[in-house]
């Protein structure tokens, strides 16, 4: 699309359902797409607990990927091995879906949300600062999906209570964000 990454969003839309997707290196890009089987108590939880938010901020990933990039090919050891935790945390993710331990989900968020400000510091900002403080007494999980800097923000609430809880305290505060109802589409 011309920014410079994000082919993951287009596969996500070319595919239902929940997915874990692989790309290997290599020119033109070659992908492995597994279909994750979720229980209906699995999108139960996550339809009830999993808040998508958009934040209102925007920012080209390209620019955030360029900084990247040139720290990889430079052997930035930090930003190695912050990937490297990003993939594995990619695995036991999944593993924590299939399971239906939503709990652990949010634990994986946290730290690949930090992960990615190891990655880009600049991928926050004030106002994404300020949502997840607002969001963290109600949630065991967020992070901003993509490159950061703003766009969609996933909010894991602790349970159904506190993210009906979340919601409205968001429909009613300042913070001036929009939220999207969403449902997952499985294949049948």
Known sequence: MGTGGGWQDQIGGLYPGIKFTTSFPGVPLRLQVIPLLASPQLILEL?????????GQVRLAHQVLQKVVTRYLQRDNLLVSSIKRLTELAKIGREALMNCEVDELGKIMLEAWRLHQ????????????????????????????????GGFALLLAKNAESGN????????????????????????
């Open 47 to 55: 339809q009830q607990r999993l808040l998508v938010v958009f934040t």
């Open 165 to 188: 809880e979340l919601k409205n305290k968001l429909e009613d505060s300042d913070l001036n964000v929009k939220l999207y109802n969403w449902e997952i589409h499985l294949d049948n």
């Open 118 to 149: 190891e990655l880009d510091p600049y991928c926050s900002n004030k106002f994404v600062d300020k949502l997840f403080a607002f969001a963290d007494p109600y949630c065991c999980g967020y992070k901003l999906v993509g490159a950061g800097g």
